[in-house]
């Protein structure tokens, strides 16, 4: 697929799981790929290292995306390398943190999530945007835990979540005049890391055992859309929160 010739894109928290994926199927879709990073500079490389081997182009770019400054800087490195103009935005930074029931968080650890989840996702959307022509898009990862509360001890994740899918379609009809389109994904059980460290093998064995397709997702199922939501093919869907979690969930 080649969709994506020439466009600009970037990916936050692009060099591991589903980012990875992401950044390296814009790349074969033909995009200039911006992978940032926070702190596994080898994971980065790596990432940047399989879009060359397929002949893509891409930087790699660290950075907190709940810093301002950053996120800021990330724009900055993606302009000096392939000019004013950014076409894709894949907001792909979050996380779960830990799971903690109620009586086990504290205002600063909710704090802590929502800043991971929604404020990276506002940041680089409020950065990113004044770069962006018309035709553009962002996807932002939100999470089926947004839609049904998720597992145990992830109330302050899964209200992270559902703020990144509300934010979407507000962005949606906010940025749609100017062309920009804005979608979410609400991936359900992915084999990543993330499901490595929180989520037991029992529980991922019963998820497979259930669900229509009797299988965890992978993270291409997720990049696949991404670069679907990216492209000119996608051209009238706007604010729409994607289901991929093989029948796990119908919403």
Do not use: W
């Amino acid at each position: 697929m080649t969709g994506l010739k020439g466009k600009v894109a970037i990916v936050t928290g692009g060099t591991r799981d589903i980012g990875r994926s992401c950044s390296i199927k814009l790349a074969e879709a033909g995009a200039k790929v911006v992978a940032n990073y926070y702190n596994n500079k080898a994971a980065g490389e790596e990432t940047v290292a399989a879009i060359e081997k397929i002949g893509g182009q891409a930087i790699l770019v660290k950075g907190d995306m709940t810093l301002k400054a950053d996120v800021d800087n990330l724009v900055a490195e993606t302009r000096k390398a392939f000019g004013d103009n950014i076409d894709v935005l894949v907001n792909n930074v979050g996380g779960l943190v830990a799971r903690k029931t109620l009586s086990e968080m504290d205002e600063d650890f909710l704090n802590s999530v929502m800043s991971l989840n929604l404020n990276s996702t506002f940041l680089a959307t409020q950065a990113v945007v004044p770069y962006m022509p018309h035709g553009s898009a962002i996807v932002n990862l939100a999470s089926l835990a947004g839609r049904d509360g998720g597992g145990g001890g992830a109330s302050a994740y899964s209200a992270s979540k559902a703020a990144v899918m509300t934010f979407t379609r507000s962005m949606a009809k906010e940025l749609g005049p100017q062309g920009i389109r804005v979608n979410a994904l609400c991936p359900g059980m992915i084999d990543t890391t993330f499901h490595d460290k929180f989520t037991p093998d029992a529980v991922r064995k019963n998820v497979e055992a259930s669900v229509p397709l009797r299988r965890q997702g992978h993270p291409d199922d997720c990049a696949d859309t991404v670069v679907y939501l990216a492209s000119d093919a996608a051209s009238y869907i706007t604010g729409a929160n994607l289901d991929i979690n093989g029948g796990m969930f119908f919403s």
